[in-house]
């Protein structure tokens, strides 16, 4: 999956925690949410609080994406959706961590089919 097609993914997936999401589709989604969220920070920061505002909108309404998509990828690894409250637990969070960067399942598992079947190797 490359970087656009993952990004309106997961905004098309707004608030859908149900099937899995490959593990390329959840960062390329983190790698446009930092970017987008680091240049709004440094125009903040050399225009002022009318950007501020704009990065509160834009915060707020990548949060549920940004949840749901983590649910789905640990989905894809045949793990529960509510594991990712161990993010809320410092040194914890390295074992989240952990099972976001493992590959998907191969095949179907108990929360759908492999989202890249039949594509490229799946990443």
Known sequence: MD???????VYSNYANFSGRAPRSEYWWFQLFFMVVYVVLTILTNVIGSIIGILMLIFALGSLVPAIAV????????????????????????FLLLWWL??????SANKYGPNPLAGSAPVT
Not at 3 to 9: C, E, R
Not at 101 to 106: F, G, L, N, V, W
């Open 3 to 9: 970087f656009m097609t993952a990004v309106k993914s």
């Open 70 to 93: 983590g649910a789905r990828r640990l989905h894809d690894t045949d793990k529960t959706g509510w594991l990712l409250l161990l993010s809320l637990i410092p040194l914890v969070n």
């Open 101 to 106: 960067i493992q590959p998907s399942d191969e």
